[in-house]
Nanobody, 114 residues
Framework: VQLAESGGDLVQPGGSLRLSCAASKTIASFNAMGWYRQAPGKQRELVGLIMGDGGTTYADPLKGRFTVSRDNNKNTVSLQMNSLKPEDTAVYYC?????????WGQGTQVTVSS
């Protein structure tokens, strides 16, 4: 499965941005699907995931500002980011765990700056 992110951009603090990730095929079943991010000089960290049972999990600091959703066509997952802060600046990666196999996108840059 190939994952392709889009939507990264330069946005001002307090702004919103929506990222999308398109899978190369319909994802009928999975263990987890969603987003991680990596800021300069830091380790890659969890943003939010949709689990195979439909539940969601988020990094605690991002709860209430970020929302992960899966589109009805079942091959796209999105990340809605609101009230963006400079510390949200990072490369955002799409992630899929399917039957224990891990798939990553190439990443899309999000920069929050005035």
């Amino acid at each position: 499965v190939q994952l392709a992110e889009s939507g990264g951009d330069l946005v001002q603090p307090g702004g919103s941005l929506r990222l999308s990730c398109a899978a190369s095929k319909t994802i009928a079943s999975f263990n987890a699907m969603g987003w991680y991010r990596q800021a300069p000089g830091k380790q890659r960290e969890l943003v939010g995931l949709i689990m195979g049972d439909g539940g969601t999990t988020y990094a605690d600091p991002l709860k209430g500002r970020f929302t992960v959703s899966r589109d009805n066509n079942k091959n796209t997952v999105s990340l809605q980011m609101n009230s963006l802060k400079p510390e949200d600046t990072a490369v955002y990666y799409c992630y899929l765990n399917q039957r224990g196999l891990h798939f990553w996108g190439q990443g899309t840059q999000v920069t929050v700056s005035s």
